[in-house]
């Protein structure tokens, strides 16, 4: 609880969840803060992480300060502007640390701190094996300076993963000036380059490493050392799962990322896939375990959830929307005449515990099949509200070919049963942007602040 008020928390401030925090803010700035937890000191433009890795100069504006004025885009087309208006920004507030485990009605941090919610979405995405370690911006600026030391020496370049980043890896590798005559090789595990786009965007890949003179090994694996592998002693080979080796004095793992659902462990652990890892959610996004206390209030979205759409920037911003949404929708669904639901008016009666936080057991709020909320606020007579439900789109990606452009690719909707799949749309973005749009998440997300290093 900030200032008195209850919140909802957001848990991961990437492009899903401070989208959801942008959402948010305008529903609910008059009752409730909007509370985002995330690990690291800056937010992160991870579409410039595979260029940052070759390309010296601009890594430092990769890293964006959570300002002020980060959360300003939730102010557009506000219409209430009287004397007492309260800008939706203002009820956003970001908290520095690491989710522990998620309770029925608190977020405990590692530092100790709890947090309380009355809803909660998981937006955590993915990440590397291992303890979660905070990332400040000097550390995130020498480790791509470090890469691009090493990028700029090596004369045998290996990627490891034939998936968006690594692509964008090597074909800017190949046409960076310093870069461009090294040899690239990039090995994939699959039989076709960002395979989950089916055939057309693998041949307009392939064809594009063949004119960059990229090397392609497909449906083979490499081997890594348990220690990693020893840079920077001269050149030393790479041992491929299918047998042979590749000469390398650099190599990038691009792979490896599993998703970072540990927090939900400690509140629904039968709502996360014990194989995969991903979070199991209903079409209304809300974490679907097979636990008899069902937690209506808490959400999952973006990398981290099992929603069947493809793991991108743009699903997430999708699954961002219907979240907010079905949060308002049962906001006004619980909420009496005077703003507050039966048990949190004028934030006394009952007080906190029993009332917004606990509501939901006391209206013991069960979901349908058809997807309807069934609740019964404080054993008054029944509402129903229809939460929205969120439906895949098909998969689209816009990413980089090299320095010189990229190309946006998108599959169409199938137009009725047994119809055949239409061509995919391909356009092609010849325009460069050599800090891949850094400069625009400044200009949006910190405005007024001229010190790219702040």
Same mark, same amino acid.
């Given at each position: 609880?900030?200032?008195? !008020?209850?919140? +909802?928390? #957001?848990?991961?401030?990437?492009?899903?969840?401070?989208?959801?925090?942008?959402?948010?803010?305008?529903?609910?700035?008059?009752?409730?803060? +909007?509370?985002?937890?995330?690990?690291?000191?800056?937010?992160?433009?991870?579409?410039?992480?595979?260029?940052?890795?070759?390309?010296?100069?601009?890594?430092?504006?990769?890293?964006?300060?959570?300002?002020?004025?980060?959360? !300003?885009?939730?102010?557009?087309?506000?219409? /209430?502007? %009287?004397?007492?208006?309260?800008?939706?920004?203002?009820?956003?507030?970001?908290? $520095?640390?690491?989710?522990?485990?998620?309770?029925?009605?608190?977020?405990?941090?590692? %530092?100790?701190?709890?947090?309380?919610?009355?809803?909660?979405?998981?937006?955590?995405?993915?990440?590397?094996?291992?303890?979660?370690?905070?990332?400040?911006?000097?550390?995130?600026?020498?480790?791509?300076?470090?890469? $691009?030391?090493?990028?700029?020496?090596?004369?045998?370049?290996?990627? #490891?993963?034939?998936?968006?980043?690594?692509?964008?890896?090597?074909?800017?590798?190949?046409?960076?000036?310093?870069?461009?005559?090294?040899?690239?090789?990039?090995?994939?595990?699959?039989?076709?380059?960002?395979?989950?786009?089916?055939?057309?965007?693998?041949?307009?890949?392939?064809?594009?490493?063949?004119?960059?003179?990229?090397? #392609?090994?497909?449906?083979?694996? #490499?081997?890594?050392?348990?220690?990693?592998?020893?840079?920077? $002693?001269?050149?030393?080979?790479?041992?491929?799962?299918?047998?042979?080796?590749?000469?390398?004095?650099?190599?990038?793992?691009?792979?490896?990322?599993?998703?970072? %659902?540990?927090?939900?462990?400690?509140?629904?652990? /039968?709502?996360?896939?014990?194989?995969?890892?991903?979070?199991? +959610?209903?079409?209304?996004?809300?974490?679907?375990?097979?636990? %008899?206390?069902?937690?209506?209030?808490?959400?999952?979205?973006?990398?981290?959830?099992?929603?069947?759409?493809?793991?991108?920037?743009?699903?997430? +911003?999708?699954?961002?929307?219907?979240?907010?949404?079905?949060?308002? !929708?049962?906001?006004?669904?619980?909420?009496?005449?005077?703003?507050?639901?039966?048990?949190?008016?004028?934030?006394?009666?009952?007080?906190?515990?029993?009332?917004?936080?606990?509501?939901?057991?006391?209206?013991?709020?069960?979901?349908?099949?058809?997807? $309807?909320?069934?609740?019964?606020?404080?054993?008054?007579?029944?509402?129903?509200?229809?939460?929205?439900?969120?439906?895949?789109?098909?998969?689209?990606?816009?990413?980089?070919?090299?320095?010189?452009?990229?190309?946006?690719?998108?599959?169409?909707?199938?137009?009725?049963?047994?119809?055949?799949?239409?061509?995919?749309?391909?356009?092609?973005?010849?325009?460069?942007?050599?800090?891949?749009?850094?400069?625009?998440?400044?200009?949006?997300?910190?405005?007024?602040?001229?010190?790219?290093?702040?």
């Amino acid at each position: 609880m900030v200032n008195g !008020r209850p919140n +909802v928390v #957001v848990i991961g401030g990437s492009y899903v969840g401070i989208k959801a925090v942008d959402l948010l803010a305008p529903i609910v700035h008059k009752t409730h803060d +909007v509370v985002l937890v995330e690990k690291n000191t800056h937010f992160q433009h991870l579409f410039a992480f595979p260029r940052a890795s070759v390309v010296p100069g601009f890594e430092h504006k990769a890293y964006i300060p959570y300002t002020s004025s980060f959360f !300003r885009e939730a102010d557009t087309g506000l219409l /209430d502007l %009287s004397d007492n208006a309260t800008l939706p920004s203002s009820a956003a507030k970001v908290v $520095q640390g690491i989710a522990k485990g998620i309770h029925a009605k608190h977020v405990l941090l590692e %530092s100790g701190e709890h947090i309380p919610y009355d809803y909660l979405i998981l937006a955590t995405g993915t990440g590397p094996r291992g303890p979660l370690t905070p990332i400040d911006k000097k550390t995130g600026i020498a480790t791509y300076r470090d890469f $691009q030391k090493r990028a700029d020496k090596a004369q045998n370049i290996v990627v #490891v993963g034939g998936g968006a980043y690594g692509i964008q890896l090597a074909t800017d590798t190949k046409t960076f000036g310093p870069t461009k005559d090294k040899h690239v090789t990039i090995v994939h595990s699959r039989d076709r380059l960002m395979n989950r786009f089916g055939p057309g965007l693998h041949k307009i890949v392939m064809d594009r490493c063949k004119e960059l003179g990229i090397d #392609v090994v497909l449906n083979n694996r #490499v081997v890594v050392p348990p220690g990693g592998f020893e840079e920077g $002693q001269g050149p030393f080979d790479v041992q491929l799962s299918g047998g042979g080796n590749i000469k390398a004095d650099l190599v990038y793992l691009c792979i490896g990322a599993i998703p970072l %659902s540990a927090p939900l462990e400690s509140l629904s652990p /039968d709502a996360i896939d014990p194989l995969t890892k991903f979070v199991k +959610v209903k079409p209304t996004l809300q974490i679907d375990g097979e636990s %008899s206390i069902p937690y209506p209030n808490v959400f999952a979205i973006g990398d981290v959830a099992d929603t069947g759409a493809h793991k991108a920037a743009r699903p997430g +911003v999708a699954q961002a929307q219907v979240v907010a949404t079905n949060i308002e !929708r049962m906001m006004k669904g619980y909420l009496g005449v005077n703003g507050h639901s039966n048990g949190h008016v004028n934030g006394k009666a009952n007080g906190h515990a029993n009332g917004h936080a606990n509501g939901y057991m006391n209206r013991r709020v069960q979901e349908h099949e058809n997807g $309807q909320v069934n609740g019964h606020v404080n054993g008054n007579h029944s509402k129903e509200l229809k939460l929205e439900e969120y439906i895949p789109d098909t998969p689209g990606i816009h990413m980089s070919l090299g320095m010189e452009g990229g190309v946006i690719f998108k599959h169409q909707k199938l137009p009725g049963p047994g119809a055949e799949e239409p061509a995919p749309i391909v356009k092609y973005d010849n325009e460069a942007n050599p800090e891949m749009g850094c400069g625009r998440m400044w200009k949006v997300r910190a405005q007024g602040v001229d010190d790219f290093h702040a």
